[in-house]
């Protein structure tokens, strides 16, 4: 039996991995950590408040001693950390946050986990701290370029990735100086049910319901890899119990799409559903496809300072040496 703190839970990635753990491990407990900033929404995990096996904590992750007292009451043996601050734009327009949570604060968590597990001696041996990171860390790649894998040198471009790349570090001096057991995962661009609609593909679906515009940056043939979020969590479940302490795995939906491709998708989706349900126009009156089709919403607007052309993730590591492979195409996913 587990008991993990899932840092972070309350946000679009957590609160899909608490509903995935509760599901499949009906002997493990979980605690959620979450400072509930402006992308943590409690109502996530509604659906689980009632369930024994669950407990919700408000704070942060560089409240030390709330960390060491959550460690210890509950007999964590895992901590998976999702909490972050996220979103690039917003690390481009206000970067300290980024270096407060991504840095320092996770700096602390680290600390914490370490006084616990290995200063106190509790959990020497079966301890395990999993940090959530992104492909982002390895900057830009070209057209022909081959795809990141777990040796690509750190190049992040954004004072997001700067700080996701700021803290996959410390996880690893954290291993090889003090011993701690960590597992990194880096992972590609996700979606599903829950995400904050700042984010592209929400954003899109959002602003189609209430008959607005559906802005892309420059070109729109900036080139991301998209993984539904719940085969994410089936990645990290098998990092977290099979993967090697000290070890990295990059996690992909081996599914390169265009943002413009990837927003047209989305539309054809949204005209085939309104053609065939003409009930929902009712639902939002303010609709885009009650006065054009939706994608006449596109609208191209000026670049993101510093915008990354292409990502792509080669994830034949966890492949090979875990069995992970994604399930969920982005038709299908969408
Ligand atoms: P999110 O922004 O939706 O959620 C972040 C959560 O962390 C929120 O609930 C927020 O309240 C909480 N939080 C922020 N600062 C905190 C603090 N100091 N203490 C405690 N809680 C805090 O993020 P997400 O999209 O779910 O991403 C989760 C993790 O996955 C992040 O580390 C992110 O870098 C990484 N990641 C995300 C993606 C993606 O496409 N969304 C891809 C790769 C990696």
Redesign the pocket.
Known sequence: MRRILV?????????NFVHYWLLRYPEDKLVV?????????ASSLDSVTENERYAFQK????DRSLVQSLLLKHEIDTVV???????VDRSITGPDEFIE??VS?THRLLNACRDVWIEQGKKTESHRFHH?????VYGSLGPTDPAFTENTQYRPNSP?SAS?ASSDHLVRAYHHTYGLNTTTS??????GPY??PE?LIPLCITNLLLGKKLPIYGDGKNIRDWLFVED?CRAVDLVVRKGVAGEVYNVGGNCESTNLLLVETICNEFDRFYQDEPELFESYPENWMAKSTASDAIDFVVDRPGHDRRYAVNASKISVELGFEPLIGLEEGI
């Open positions: 840092t972070g839970g309350a946000g679009f990635i957590g609160a950590l979450d400072k509930l900033t402006y992308a943590g929404c704070g942060c992750i560089g950390n999702f909490a972050a601050e996220s979103h949570t991504n604060a959530i990171s992104t492909d982002e997001y996701k880096n992972c590609s661009n996700n979606y995400q904050f984010k994410h």
